[in-house]
Each structure stands twice: as C-alpha cells, then as structure tokens.
Nanobody, 119 residues
C-alpha cells in the first residue's frame, strides 16, 4: 500500500547537477515530514535534508548546505532534492524517507537511487 518511488539518479561530472524525485502514495503525504539520506558502502546511512509538511521548515547537513535544496509538492505528492555543484564525495545511494502522522508514527523508506559523481 505505501510506496516511495525514487527517480533521477545517475552519473554526473563534478560541478554538475541532478534532481532527485520521490513519488509517494499510500499515506497522508501532506502531514508527513520528508527527508533524504545517503549511504556509501561500508558506511552508516547519513542525513542529507528534511522538509516539514507545509514546506516552510527545511534542514540540511553541513556537507550539502548551500548546494542542495529540498522541496515538496503536496498536490503531486512528491519530494525533490535539487543537487548542485556536485562533488565526488556526494557519490552514494540516496534514499527517500517519510515520517507520517496519519497513520501516526509510521516511517517509510524508498528503495534508493544511485548517484555517482565522477569525471
């Protein structure tokens, strides 16, 4: 019933841009906080960005501050991550996460999408 479907990953050169999209269904999207995390092999999954239900609150990891921007569309039920000025150290599998309030307390993860930054 619940799905978080990610798209937009791929190979990009250093300094380039990518836009990731997370399409959500099966829960009350407009009241859910949406986040992006990333993980590299052998490392712990790390926080990238989050956005509140109305879109007015955003938070970013220091490593992506001023380069990435998270947004959401509560009509289309999507959460995007615009990634600019990409660096090789941004290479990771990027995961979409939802923390729902209806049903309360539910946490959902997407399947992950690979982002590779290399020349």
């Amino acid at each position: 019933q619940v799905q978080l479907v990610e798209s937009g990953g791929g190979l990009v050169q250093p300094g380039g841009s990518l836009r990731l999209s997370c399409a959500a269904s099966g829960f009350t999207f407009s009241s859910a906080a949406m986040s992006w995390y990333r993980q590299v092999p052998g490392k712990e999954r790390e926080f990238v960005a989050t956005i509140g239900g109305t879109g007015s609150m955003t938070e970013y990891a220091d490593s992506v501050m001023d380069r990435f921007a998270i947004s959401r569309d509560n009509v289309k039920n999507t959460a995007d991550l615009q990634m600019n000025s990409l660096k090789p150290e941004d290479t990771a599998v990027y995961y979409c996460k939802a923390v729902a309030r209806h049903p309360v307390g539910a946490v959902y993860w997407g399947q992950g999408t690979q982002v590779t930054v290399s020349s």
